[in-house]
């Protein structure tokens, strides 16, 4: 029976003492968190008039795209990394932190930026239920045996990739906002959306952007934390493309002019993102691995 309860040797290999069993905690919280949103996001799209029908045009086209990304993507992905995580895979559970990163951000945003409806409390709760797993997640790990483990991932591209992708984006959501202060307006970004600020901007700036950034720069530094956080960084930056690319069929989908523009500089963002992860997370050619 003491064999059953002795936890997966890689899990055990790369948590805190006494952090495994409240790990899987938040492995149930979050595969919770992720059947809430699945559901959600049915609802959502089953019923866009009736949860989004207050919003403006632009912002009810990403708000379907990003349930399509959620209900398809992101809550599957969710319960598949951590039932998998479970079973003592170190990089399902380092690909679930990055998956929960862009659920916290995506329903921060709903929670924050939609007019209250039939699902805001179920908005909430995924927020919540996320936020705290994450959190609760990224503790349980010892980053120094985690950073061991990805030994073979090449630090320079990975590095150089969060500060790079991390400094265009923020230049660029400063184009828009830098200018409408000085002009006294709003800002671009914010006016499609009907609200007085966009949430995208306050985020990033205030918070992902320099994260991703510093993150980037802990891996060009050789800092054990820094590989324990940029599989967070750079999932979180690839799942934050999937909406902006699937938002220009819904607009036409739904009759509207879309932004076919940004197909090619995000998709190239993406792709070279799913690219350096792959490269992140491989294992070492070392037998003993």
């Known amino acids: 029976m003491a064999a059953q309860r002795t936890p997966p040797e890689p899990l055990a290999r790369v948590t805190t003492p006494g952090s495994t069993r409240r790990a899987r905690t938040w492995w149930i919280t979050a595969a919770a968190a992720a059947a809430i949103a699945g559901v959600a996001s049915g609802i959502g799209l089953a019923a866009v008039d009736r949860v989004y029908g207050r919003e403006t045009a632009a912002f009810i086209d990403q708000a379907v795209a990003q349930d399509a ?10 319960l598949l990394l951590a039932w998998l995580a479970w079973r003592g895979s170190v990089r399902a559970g380092l690909l679930w932190t990055g998956v929960l990163t862009f659920t916290v951000y995506n329903y921060a945003i709903y929670t924050m930026s939609i007019h209250v409806g039939p699902l805001f409390l179920a908005w909430v709760a995924v927020l919540g239920l996320t936020f705290w797993s994450l959190v609760g997640g990224l503790r349980a790990l010892h980053p120094a045996v985690v950073a061991a483990d ?12 969060l500060v790079v992708v991390g400094s265009v984006f923020t230049l660029l959501w400063l184009s828009d906002v830098v200018p409408a202060t000085i002009e006294g307006r709003i800002p671009k970004g914010a006016l499609e959306l009907g609200l007085p600020s966009n949430p995208v901007h306050v985020l990033d700036l205030a918070i992902y952007l320099p994260a991703v950034i510093a993150v980037g720069r802990l891996v060009l530094l050789r800092r054990p934390t820094g590989l324990l956080l940029a599989p967070a960084a750079v999932v979180f930056l690839v799942m934050t493309g999937l909406p902006i690319l699937v938002t220009p069929f819904v607009t036409a989908a739904r009759g509207g002019e879309p932004a076919w523009a940004v197909m090619g500089p995000v998709g190239v963002i993406t792709a070279v993102g799913v690219g350096v992860l792959v490269a992140l997370l491989r294992r070492r050619s070392d037998p003993t691995d």
């Open 69 to 78: 990304v959620n209900l398809t993507i992101a809550a599957p992905a969710t």
């Open 150 to 161: 990805l030994a073979a991932a090449p630090r320079r591209i990975v590095g150089w990739y």
